[in-house]
C-alpha cells in the first residue's frame, strides 16, 4: 500500500483508502479492481451452482427387509477405523434412529401396561397412535407378542445394511441375541 495525495485536502491517505480520513472526500478504485471484484463474484456464484444443482443422493433406497439384513444387525462389526467412521450425516441418521427405537420402547411399554390390549405389545405401528418415526426413519415390528417383541430401524439417507435394533423379552428368532432391551446399531463395539 502506498500513500497518495487527497486532490481536495492535500493530505497524506492510503491508497487503498475509500474515502479521505481527513476531508471525507470519496476516493475512486481503480477500474481493475472493480473488474476484478466482478470476475470473482462471478466464479463464486458459479461455484455454489455447480455444486448444489441436484446433486444425487448418495445412498439408494432402503432395501426390504430380510434374514440376511437382520443378522447383520444382530452382530457387531467391531471397532471402526479412523477411515471408516460415520459421516455427520450418517451419525444424525444413527441417532434419529436410536432414538425412535428407545421412543418406540417407551410407547409399547404403555401400549402392553393397557388393560383392553391383553397385557400385549402392539404388533403393527398403527396400534400406537401417538408415536411416529422420524423423516426418513422407517420401523418394522418383529413377532410382537406377550413375552416381547423386536423392532428394526433402517434410513432413507443410508446404505441397506446401516440399521438399528432393539429385541424386548423374549422373542421367536432372537432367542442368540445377548443384549436385550438395548438399541443396537451395525456398526456398535461390542
Do not use: W
Not at 483508502?17 to 466482478?38: D, E, F, H, T
Not at 448418495?58 to 452382530?75: C, E, G, K, M, N
Not at 477405523?81 to 411399554?109: F, G, K, W
Not at 440399521?163 to 463395539?189: M, Y
Amino acid at each position: 500500500m502506498a500513500l497518495i495525495e487527497c486532490p481536495d485536502c492535500g493530505k497524506q491517505i492510503s491508497d487503498a483508502s475509500l474515502q479521505c480520513i481527513n476531508c471525507g472526500r470519496p476516493m475512486k478504485r481503480p477500474v481493475l479492481l472493480n473488474a476484478m471484484m466482478l470476475v470473482v463474484g462471478l466464479l463464486v456464484i458459479a461455484v455454489i451452482y455447480l455444486g448444489f444443482r441436484g446433486a444425487p443422493s448418495r445412498y439408494p433406497q432402503t432395501a426390504p427387509l430380510d434374514s440376511t439384513s437382520l443378522q447383520t444387525v444382530r452382530r457387531s462389526t467391531g471397532t471402526r477405523s479412523p477411515q471408516t467412521q460415520p459421516s455427520v450425516d450418517e451419525a444424525a441418521y444413527y441417532e434419529a434412529m436410536r432414538s425412535d427405537l428407545q421412543n418406540l420402547a417407551a410407547r409399547q411399554e404403555a401400549f402392553y401396561s393397557e388393560p383392553e390390549n391383553n397385557y400385549t405389545y402392539a404388533s403393527s405401528l398403527s396400534q400406537l397412535s401417538d408415536f411416529e418415526p422420524s423423516d426418513g426413519v422407517s420401523i418394522v415390528l418383529i413377532n410382537a407378542s406377550q413375552t416381547g417383541y423386536a423392532a428394526v430401524a433402517s434410513h432413507t439417507g443410508m446404505r441397506p445394511t446401516n440399521k438399528c435394533a432393539v429385541v424386548i423379552g423374549n422373542v421367536a428368532g432372537f432367542e442368540n441375541v445377548q443384549v436385550r432391551g438395548e438399541v443396537r446399531c451395525t456398526g456398535d463395539q461390542e
